[in-house]
């Protein structure tokens, strides 16, 4: 069963840091790229950043671009994203998931940017 | 960014009945390989978005054909059969074919 765990979310002052992590298991990890997305708080979906299977392609919106550095470690199966300089607007539950598709998500950890 | 408009915003239905939502994007979303990357998710209450559809009118794993997908270009339609009480939630249509990814506003599937 493919599995996609969240974890390392909580409330943080703008203009510092956070790092999740996604620990990712009932598949090979490695043959997979994966996302990460979010929601803020009764909004839509938004899609952040993408990253290839090797980690050596990195994609992100116009919006965390230089703020955010998405990234994998295949050995321990675990996808994470740094985030830096961070804003009240990047306030959401951050998902991770399973190829550019998603077709499997994570349940979700909330990010709370605020002083 | 591509843009999809779905419609309606909200739908109200009774157990047993047939709905449509629709999603229109701003440019085809037909990719160079010749597929259309439009999916379809649901995000029940509270919980984490599933994928019910992809690439138009593909129907994941474990999904019942009480759910189908139609459409090309820019114009695609997810239907629900006997629409059951599981169904309810939130519909979101999503294209992968242009970078970035942009996903529909929502469509909310409530109980009349």
């Known amino acids: 069963e493919v599995q996609l765990v969240e974890s390392g979310g909580g409330l943080v002052q703008p203009g510092r840091s956070l790092k999740l992590s996604c620990a990712a298991s009932?598949?090979?990890?490695?043959?997979?790229?994966m996302a990460w997305v979010r929601q803020a708080p009764t909004k839509g979906l938004e899609w952040v950043a993408s990253?290839?299977?090797?980690?050596?392609?990195?994609y992100y919106r116009d919006s965390v671009k230089g703020r955010f550095t998405i990234s994998r470690d295949n050995a321990k199966s675990t996808l994470y994203l740094q985030m830096d300089s961070l804003r009240s607007e990047d306030t959401a539950t951050y998902y991770c998931?399973?190829?550019?598709?998603?077709?499997?998500w994570g349940q979700g950890v909330m990010v709370t940017v605020s002083s | 960014d591509v843009v999809m408009t779905q419609t309606p915003p909200s739908l109200s239905v009774a157990i047993g009945q047939s709905v449509s939502i629709s999603c229109k994007s701003s440019q085809s979303l037909v990719y160079s390989d010749g597929k259309t990357y439009l999916h379809w998710l649901l995000q029940s209450s509270g919980r984490s978005p599933k994928r019910l559809i992809y690439q138009v009118s593909n129907l994941d794993s474990g999904v019942p054909d009480r759910f189908s997908g139609t459409g090309s270009q820019k114009d695609f339609t997810l239907k629900i059969s006997r629409v059951e009480a599981k169904d309810l939630g939130v519909y979101y249509c999503a294209q992968t074919t242009h970078f970035p990814n942009t996903f529909g506003a929502g469509t909310k599937l409530e109980l009349k």
């Open positions: 990253i290839s299977t090797g980690g050596g392609n990195t």
């Open positions: 009932g598949f090979t990890f490695s043959d997979y790229n």
């Open positions: 998931a399973r190829k550019t598709t998603t077709d499997y």
